[in-house]
């Protein structure tokens, strides 16, 4: 089994910027991919980001240019850097792993508790 424990969300102003926070722990040797996903009231769950373990990345298209997400596997960590954030972006966030791949469509094999993000006008 793998734990995903969430941190970093908040209550900010358009504009600004949150880093979300993912430990992992237990069976990190199974885990390929890991990313964050957010779900706003009344939409669909959405795959924000993604890394694998070679350091591949994949944005969602209403993020490009916004959020950055990155590793840290010393610590086995992964973070979102959000960055000109907009109400739109107004979500609770997940982190997420998988032995495999993330998608949108699909829950991954772990999933964490997460972490609200509002984003004020």
């Known amino acids: 089994q793998v734990q995903l424990v969430e941190s970093g969300g908040g209550l900010v102003q358009a504009g600004g910027s949150l880093r979300l926070s993912c430990v992992a722990s237990g069976s990190i040797f199974r885990v390929n991919a890991m990313g964050w996903y957010r779900q706003a009231p009344g939409k669909q769950r959405e795959l924000v980001a993604a890394i694998t373990s070679d350091g591949s990345t994949n944005y969602a298209d209403s993020v490009k240019g916004r959020f950055t997400i990155s590793r840290d596997n010393a610590k086995n960590t992964v973070y979102l850097q959000m960055d000109s954030l907009k109400p739109e972006d107004t979500a609770d966030y997940h982190c997420?792993?998988?032995?495999?791949?993330?998608?949108?469509?699909?829950?991954?094999?772990?999933w964490g508790q997460g972490t609200q993000v509002s984003v004020s006008a």
């Open positions: 997420g792993a998988d032995k495999y791949s993330l998608a949108s469509g699909r829950l991954p094999d772990y």
